[in-house]
C-alpha cells in the first residue's frame, strides 16, 4: 500500500460506501498512523474530499475497532490447523465472511466510551 493507491480507494471504496450513511449523519473518519496514511498526498485527499478525520494518538491503538476486529480474527484462526499459505487465505476469508454485522456496529458505538477511557488514561493503554 502506498499513499496514491490509498488515496484510489478513497475515491473509490469510501465514497460509493458513504452514500449509503444518511445525509445528515455526522461522519467522521478513521484510519490509524500507517505512513500511507499520513502522507501528504493521503492529507490532501481527505481534504478534498471533505472528511472530518479523528485526530489520533499513537499511543491509542485500543480505539481502532478493527485492531479489536482483527484481534478475535486472529483467535478464531488459531484454534484451526493451518499449514500452508493457501489454507491461511481460506479460513481467513471464511472467518471474515462470518464477521457478525452486529459486532461491527457495537465496535463502532463503542467509540464513545474508549475514547472517554482513553483520555482518563492520559492516551496510554486502557483495555
Not at 469510501?14 to 452514500?19: A, G, R, Y
Not at 493521503?42 to 485500543?62: E, N
Not at 489454507?87 to 472517554?116: F, G, H, T, Y
Amino acid at each position: 500500500m502506498n499513499g496514491q493507491l490509498y488515496c484510489d480507494v478513497l475515491q473509490k471504496e469510501l465514497k460509493q460506501s458513504m452514500t449509503k450513511i444518511p445525509k445528515k449523519t455526522e461522519i467522521i473518519f478513521q484510519q490509524d498512523l500507517a505512513p500511507w496514511h499520513t502522507s501528504n498526498t493521503v492529507k490532501d485527499k481527505t481534504a478534498k474530499l471533505k472528511l472530518k478525520v479523528f485526530g489520533w494518538s499513537p499511543k491509542c491503538l485500543d480505539l481502532k475497532p478493527t485492531a479489536i476486529l482483527w484481534s478475535i480474527l486472529d483467535k478464531k484462526l488459531a484454534s484451526k490447523p493451518i499449514y500452508f499459505k493457501g489454507a491461511l487465505i481460506n479460513c481467513l476469508q471464511e472467518e471474515w465472511d462470518n464477521i457478525d454485522i452486529d459486532l461491527c456496529i457495537k465496535l463502532v458505538e463503542s467509540m464513545p466510551e474508549r475514547i472517554r477511557k482513553c483520555l482518563k488514561a492520559k492516551g496510554g493503554h486502557f483495555l
